[in-house]
């Protein structure tokens, strides 16, 4: 097939994702070196719009990128005062002591997807050219392989590849760095690790799914700052995961739930869980008689020290949640967003666009100090909850200096097939009174957007295998795993078990979870046509 024509622009670094890595970058880089003309491109239609985070902050690395930010806030900046933290049971609850990385003095809550379009303009401000609605297709190398810029996705072309009549070839972005600042398994990021097996010495990345929902209720419930945390039901004793509730302001609460990927059960329902825990007589007075003002799911990077890949690489960093940074102890990451990212600007800087000498500087930084630390607490839960407890006591006693440090096992292989799970009546079918009912209308609050004329942007390597050998050892639990639908197993006489696999791609709110749980490896999330995907409201 013939190439079309690409019109190419030239830039000094280009940065992939306006998140609060890609975005902290861009700011301290044109602080340092303002002759240099860098661009930072997002495939979502806004700045913000694919942002999902709990989110409660450490300001450390925020002050020292904007000392003056807290003159003019996000729009979403609540002082964090009191803290909870719960352990719950079907019908009850005790409150625990409150692990030390839990303490929230001196922090913030805020919307990170607002916090993101309040970051842009002031990236602008200094020169950095931000380009939302661009989704980076595929990186480009030159006769070496080195990362020499990015392709953006072409646009009007149809679903069986054709163009339409309103097509426009992607343009090509040269840069002497890329920095890759996708987020969780970013598809650019994916493909890179590959290319220059940059995860040869970590263990597998692990991941959980949090799926958040922002509602309106009544203003005399909400006391701006406090942020409740819970653990227990209705995970169970094999399964990862915790509730929160974050009080924001004007009668608004941010809730949601976190379930580890490491989960086992074929049968388990991250969506239909915070269903459940919305439903537990904790949270649900603080939810009756209100509204869902937003709603969304997105994957958390959880692997930490012993996951992190080599950041570096001919022409290219990897920085923020597309290295791995998160500190799943404390339940935050933007901080290390924000660090890793004004590291990453002072190595470019001093080694006059030099990537090579990043990973080593990271390592060596107090964002990796940070996660030796905590680097025993997350695997330990694979043992079951209450040993994960009493592990996350001693390591928080000791310090993280354990003699040892713990392996982490990847997320897709931890799941059982049909006759090796325990059946487990999670009571799925129990009557919900607090909306949403189900995954659709999930979606709807998401206000999710794709053209359904463009090419499918979950591939599938071999659907036989969902119609025939999933069927039997795991009952296609893309179609449980998935918080948006997506994946349907459809009546079909023709298939050997009377099914095949739907994609209803429209659907899709980007999180990124069938590319992490597929137990067969076969399902690849890549970037659909830019500005396509959720349209997030204050998440």
């Known amino acids: 097939m013939t190439q079309p024509e690409r019109d190419v622009m030239e830039y000094d670094v280009v940065t992939v994702g306006a998140g609060p890595a890609g975005l902290a970058f861009a700011i301290r880089l044109k602080q340092l070196q303002p002759e240099l003309s860098v661009c930072v491109i997002e495939k979502s239609s806004t700045v913000g719009a694919h942002i999902l985070s709990g989110a409660v902050i450490e300001t450390g690395p925020l002050d020292a990128l904007l000392p003056g930010w807290r003159e003019n806030p996000p729009p979403i900046c609540i002082d964090a005062k009191d803290d909870e933290f719960w352990l719950l049971s079907r019908t009850g609850q005790r409150k625990l002591p409150l692990p030390p990385g839990m303490h929230n003095t001196g922090n913030v809550i805020v919307s990170l997807g607002a916090m993101?379009?309040?970051?842009?303009?002031?990236?602008?401000?200094?020169?950095?050219?931000?380009?939302?609605?661009?989704?980076?297709?595929?990186?480009?190398?030159?006769?070496?392989?080195?990362?020499?810029?990015?392709?953006?996705?072409?646009?009007?072309?149809?679903?069986?590849?054709?163009?339409?009549?309103?097509?426009?070839?992607?343009?090509?972005?040269?840069?002497?760095?890329?920095?890759?600042?996708?987020?969780?398994?970013?598809?650019?990021?994916?493909?890179?690790?590959?290319?220059?097996?940059?995860?040869?010495?970590?263990?597998?990345?692990?991941?959980?799914?949090?799926?958040?929902?922002?509602?309106?209720?009544?203003?005399?419930?909400?006391?701006?700052?406090?942020?409740?945390?819970?653990?227990?039901?209705?995970?169970?004793?094999?399964?990862?995961?915790?509730?929160?509730?974050?009080?924001?302001?004007?009668?608004?609460?941010?809730?949601?739930?976190?379930?580890?990927?490491?989960?086992?059960?074929?049968?388990?329902?991250?969506?239909?869980?915070?269903?459940?825990?919305?439903?537990?007589?904790?949270?649900?007075?603080?939810?009756?008689?209100?509204?869902?003002?937003?709603?969304?799911?997105?994957?958390?990077?959880?692997?930490?020290?012993?996951?992190?890949?080599?950041?570096?690489?001919?022409?290219?960093?990897?920085?923020?949640?597309?290295?791995?940074?998160?500190?799943?102890?404390?339940?935050?990451?933007?901080?290390?967003?924000?660090?890793?990212?004004?590291?990453?600007?002072?190595?470019?800087?001093?080694?006059?666009?030099?990537?090579?000498?990043?990973?080593?500087?990271?390592?060596?930084?107090?964002?990796?100090?940070?996660?030796?630390?905590?680097?025993?607490?997350?695997?330990?839960?694979?043992?079951?909850?209450?040993?994960?407890?009493?592990?996350?006591?001693?390591?928080?006693v000791t310090g993280g200096l354990s003699p040892w440090t713990l392996k982490n096992t990847a997320d897709f292989a931890s799941l059982q097939t049909l006759d090796e799970a325990e059946r487990v009546d999670r009571g799925w079918h129990e009557t919900r009174t607090l909306a949403p009912r189900d995954r659709l209308a999930g979606v709807y609050f998401a206000a999710t957007e794709h053209d359904e004329d463009q090419p499918v942007h979950l591939k599938v390597a071999d659907t036989d295998i969902c119609a025939t050998r999933c069927v039997v050892e795991y009952d296609n639990p893309c179609t449980r795993f998935c918080p948006a639908a997506v994946y349907e197993m459809v009546e079909d006489a023709t298939r050997p078990h009377g099914k095949r696999l739907q994609i209803n791609a429209a659907n899709c709110v980007h999180c990124k979870t069938c590319d992490i749980k597929d137990p067969y490896e076969i399902i690849t999330w890549v970037t659909p046509e830019g500005g396509s995907g959720p349209n997030y409201q204050n998440l």
């Open 116 to 396: 993101c379009a309040w970051l842009a303009p002031q990236a602008e401000v200094l020169g950095v050219e931000v380009f939302p609605g661009f989704a980076a297709a595929e990186t480009l190398h030159d006769e070496t392989g080195k990362v020499i810029g990015v392709r953006i996705g072409d646009m009007g072309v149809a679903r069986d590849g054709s163009q339409k009549p309103s097509y426009t070839p992607g343009i090509d972005i040269h840069a002497k760095v890329t920095v890759l600042a996708e987020g969780v398994r970013g598809h650019l990021t994916k493909r890179l690790l590959q290319r220059f097996d940059l995860c040869k010495d970590a263990d597998p990345q692990t991941y959980s799914i949090g799926v958040k929902e922002l509602w309106q209720v009544p203003e005399d419930r909400v006391k701006p700052g406090n942020i409740v945390h819970t653990l227990g039901w209705p995970v169970d004793n094999n399964t990862y995961g915790g509730g929160f509730v974050y009080h924001l302001d004007k009668g608004r609460l941010a809730i949601g739930h976190v379930s580890g990927l490491d989960y086992r059960d074929p049968q388990y329902r991250p969506w239909e869980a915070f269903q459940q825990w919305k439903a537990h007589p904790l949270i649900t007075p603080l939810l009756e008689g209100g509204s869902i003002i937003s709603a969304g799911a997105r994957a958390i990077v959880t692997g930490g020290w012993q996951s992190l890949p080599k950041v570096e690489m001919p022409g290219a960093l990897l920085i923020g949640d597309a290295a791995g940074l998160l500190n799943v102890p404390k339940i935050k990451g933007t901080h290390q967003a924000i660090r890793s990212g004004m590291l990453a600007a002072e190595h470019l800087a001093d080694n006059a666009l030099a990537a090579n000498g990043f990973d080593a500087r990271l390592r060596a930084s107090e964002a990796m100090a940070e996660l030796r630390k905590v680097r025993n607490v997350k695997p330990a839960f694979k043992k079951g909850f209450w040993f994960g407890m009493a592990n996350a006591a001693w390591e928080t």
